[in-house]
Nanobody
Framework: QVQLVESGGGVVQAGGSLRLSCAASGGTFGNYRMAWFRQATGKEREFLAAINWSTGDTHYADSTKGRFTISRDNSKNTLYLQMSSLKSEDTAMYYC?????????????????WGRGTQVTVSS
């Protein structure tokens, strides 16, 4: 069973940067698609970025292009999200997700393994 554990969240000032990590275990991830989502209070879970674990190919939501970068370290089974130029509207719980069953699109229900999340708060 795949387990995902996020870390790296915290409080950061607007304009600052933060790097989130997601440690993955319980599987071999060569054929996995992994992603970052976030959910702000009272809002739906929002797709941010995804990566093909074996090739490193990436896909971003329009809202994150140029500010967020997804990457992975195969040797450490760790997924990253580097965030820069943070804004107050980036305040949310951030989740990593994984799936071995690739479906069209990047909806949350296309991913079947989830971490518990790490809170990011951007102060203005």
């Amino acid at each position: 069973q795949v387990q995902l554990v996020e870390s790296g969240g915290g409080v950061v000032q607007a304009g600052g940067s933060l790097r989130l990590s997601c440690a993955a275990s319980g599987g071999t991830f060569g054929n996995y698609r992994m992603a970052w989502f976030r959910q702000a209070t009272g809002k739906e879970r929002e797709f941010l970025a995804a990566i093909n674990w074996s090739t490193g190919d990436t896909h971003y939501a329009d809202s994150t292009k140029g500010r967020f970068t997804i990457s992975r370290d195969n040797s450490k089974n760790t997924l990253y999200l580097q965030m820069s130029s943070l804004k107050s509207e980036d305040t949310a719980m951030y989740y990593c997700a994984a799936t071995a069953v690739w479906k069209l699109g990047f909806r949350a229900d296309n991913f079947d393994s989830w971490g518990r999340g790490t809170q990011v708060t951007v102060s203005s």
